[in-house]
């Protein structure tokens, strides 16, 4: 597999399974793909100049909300905890994750991988136990040969152009009983479905539902069929799935719109699904030695403050 092959840079392959892509959705200068196969969508973003309306600085802040999922994520892992000697985020920003788990689990050596060259700098000059990886994800692969216990990826997925293909690369990195952890948008959840049916709905004249939706700082969006694609094609399996919402400490906007959009997703949280999905992935093969009561199951929905 070349990185090439399976990249969304516009061509007609779904970058997570290969399965053919149409180009549905056209945002001006840009487009989304549908794959008929996994149902992920995929953006040329990344081949174009599209230009995003996010703003860093919110983006990386609220490090009291990561914090909480942090801590979620650690107790989900419950005894394991104990045998993690080894971990590696990837799109480790300024290193906050890294820091957190050396207070929680100082045992464990951190390695961190960091496109950004100044967001880098200050997570090595935090953390000087740290290796950190100044480079995208892909290319810091090549300077990790692991083995890990515990990969993360935190809101990391969805921005690279070969997401399966990183995924095979640190499925190769994890130790025997090692876990890789990521958390990406749902696409199936309530926010970009009804971006993409306004577009739709319109004809395709509304577009501005469905770019704030699918900004193009995000290349690829994903589904539960895709994620489990991926996930496969790697070795590997989900070994939990659980959902949750997008805290309105996130959101920028107006005051009114931000409460409503906070409300629909309060409910649908409450249903059982969120604009973010996070899976707990495992090597396919470790599933021979689970118990009965260690399946694929979902886990519903995260109590979220
Ligand atoms: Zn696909």
């Given at each position: 597999m070349t990185r090439s092959e399976l990249?969304?840079?516009?061509?007609?392959?779904?970058?997570?399974?290969r399965g053919p892509s149409e180009p549905r959705i056209d945002l001006g200068d840009f487009q989304l793909l549908h794959c008929g196969e996994c149902g992920c969508w995929a953006s040329d973003a990344g081949v174009r100049t599209a230009r995003t309306s996010f703003s860093p600085d919110s983006y990386f802040e609220n490090a009291d909300l990561d914090r909480d999922k942090w801590d979620a994520l650690l107790r989900r892992l419950g005894d394991r905890r104990a045998s993690i000697h080894a971990a590696l985020d990837v799109g480790?920003?300024?290193g906050a994750f890294l820091r957190h788990l050396r207070d929680v689990l100082p045992q464990v050596r951190r390695e961190g991988i960091e496109l950004d060259p100044e967001r880098s700098a200050t997570a090595a000059a935090a953390d000087r136990d740290a290796r950190i990886h100044a480079t995208d994800a892909l290319a810091g692969l090549a300077r990790t040969p692991g083995p890990f216990d515990l990969v993360t990826l935190w809101d990391v997925f969805e921005h690279v152009d070969a997401p399966t293909q990183l995924l095979v690369g640190l499925a190769e990195r994890l130790s025997p009983g090692g876990l890789i952890y990521l958390q990406t948008i749902h696409e199936r959840s309530l926010l970009p479905v009804l971006g993409r049916a306004t577009y739709r709905a319109s004809l395709g004249h509304l577009r501005y539902p469905a770019r704030r939706t699918h900004?193009?700082?995000?290349?690829v969006f994903f589904t539960r069929p895709g994620l489990e694609r991926a996930a496969s094609a790697a070795g590997l399996r989900i070994r939990e799935l659980w959902f949750d919402r997008l805290h309105r400490g996130r959101m920028d906007g107006h005051p009114l719109v931000t409460a409503a959009t906070s409300l629909l997703l309060r409910a649908e949280n409450a249903l059982g699904g969120g604009l973010f999905v996070n899976v707990l992935l495992e090597r396919a093969e470790a599933s021979a030695s689970?118990?009965?009561?260690?399946?694929?199951h979902q886990i519903l929905p995260e109590d979220m403050p």
């Amino acid at each position: 597999m070349t990185r090439s092959e399976l990249a969304t840079r516009g061509g007609r392959v779904c970058p997570v399974c290969r399965g053919p892509s149409e180009p549905r959705i056209d945002l001006g200068d840009f487009q989304l793909l549908h794959c008929g196969e996994c149902g992920c969508w995929a953006s040329d973003a990344g081949v174009r100049t599209a230009r995003t309306s996010f703003s860093p600085d919110s983006y990386f802040e609220n490090a009291d909300l990561d914090r909480d999922k942090w801590d979620a994520l650690l107790r989900r892992l419950g005894d394991r905890r104990a045998s993690i000697h080894a971990a590696l985020d990837v799109g480790c920003g300024t290193g906050a994750f890294l820091r957190h788990l050396r207070d929680v689990l100082p045992q464990v050596r951190r390695e961190g991988i960091e496109l950004d060259p100044e967001r880098s700098a200050t997570a090595a000059a935090a953390d000087r136990d740290a290796r950190i990886h100044a480079t995208d994800a892909l290319a810091g692969l090549a300077r990790t040969p692991g083995p890990f216990d515990l990969v993360t990826l935190w809101d990391v997925f969805e921005h690279v152009d070969a997401p399966t293909q990183l995924l095979v690369g640190l499925a190769e990195r994890l130790s025997p009983g090692g876990l890789i952890y990521l958390q990406t948008i749902h696409e199936r959840s309530l926010l970009p479905v009804l971006g993409r049916a306004t577009y739709r709905a319109s004809l395709g004249h509304l577009r501005y539902p469905a770019r704030r939706t699918h900004e193009p700082h995000h290349l690829v969006f994903f589904t539960r069929p895709g994620l489990e694609r991926a996930a496969s094609a790697a070795g590997l399996r989900i070994r939990e799935l659980w959902f949750d919402r997008l805290h309105r400490g996130r959101m920028d906007g107006h005051p009114l719109v931000t409460a409503a959009t906070s409300l629909l997703l309060r409910a649908e949280n409450a249903l059982g699904g969120g604009l973010f999905v996070n899976v707990l992935l495992e090597r396919a093969e470790a599933s021979a030695s689970v118990g009965p009561d260690r399946g694929d199951h979902q886990i519903l929905p995260e109590d979220m403050p």
